[in-house]
């Protein structure tokens, strides 16, 4: 069984369209992570939570937001999509272990924005 | 700026010879250091990582090398399989204002021929 899954595994959906990607992890892990990866850029971090109470903007977190709605669960919205939002994105979780963390990542959604 | 450089986006290597992907980085705070594998469809998964108090990390075929005052780190696999074949992710973290964030390279995609 995956630990970290995330839903949809594939999204088509058009500009403007506010849409919803979720993560769920069964680690028990206290920290989440959302990335995009673009061809040639690798992967960029979008927004970061280390335990329910605590949101982080990353590198490029303009134009989504995110939610924790439980230890397990992080999600990340499009409130208005557009295309150059169209990427894979990545949900990852960690727990640090001696200051040195590894993190897990899911499977990946393939978003498409027309 | 990158702070995390692949410059290689793809090697090609024999089956069976070494395989050679090289990470440069130009923080000098990151103290921490990984790689991940990804192959298509599925989320990249951790395959080694180093600290920076050593110079070396051995996992079976599998050791990263750093070399501090270069700022480079590399991984060798030997011998090289045909099913290493896919994208290998440079990471380093460091500990900034006491929480530690990924910084990811762009990638370089192995390939091993039979």
């Known amino acids: 069984d995956a630990d970290v899954t995330q839903t949809p595994r594939n999204r088509i959906t058009k500009t403007g369209k506010r849409i919803m990607l979720e993560c769920s992890q069964t680690k028990g892990h206290d920290r989440m992570y959302w990335y995009r990866q673009d061809p040639g850029l690798g992967l960029r971090l979008i927004y970061y939570s280390f335990d329910v109470k605590d949101i982080n903007k990353g590198e490029i977190s303009d134009g989504y937001s995110v939610s924790r709605q439980a230890q397990a669960k992080f999600s990340l919205s499009l409130e208005s999509a557009i295309p150059n939002q169209t990427a894979l994105y990545f949900c990852?979780?960690?727990?640090?272990?001696?200051?040195?963390?590894?993190?897990?990542f899911g499977p990946g959604t393939r978003l498409l924005v027309l | 700026d990158q702070q995390v450089k692949q410059n290689s986006p793809s090697l090609s290597v024999q089956e069976g010879r070494i395989s050679i992907l090289n990470c440069d980085y130009t923080n000098s705070m990151f103290d921490y250091f990984l790689w991940y594998k990804k192959y298509p469809a599925e989320g990249p998964t951790f395959l080694i990582s180093i600290s920076s108090i050593k110079d070396k990390n051995e996992d079976g075929r599998f050791t990263v090398f750093l070399n501090k005052s270069a700022k480079h780190l590399s991984l060798h696999i030997v011998p090289s399989q045909p099913g290493d074949s896919a994208v290998y992710f440079c990471a380093a973290s460091a500990r900034w204002g006491g929480s530690e964030k990924l910084v990811f390279g762009k990638g370089t995609k192995l390939t091993v021929n039979p």
């Open positions: 990852a979780t960690s727990v640090p272990t001696g200051g040195q963390e590894t993190q897990y």
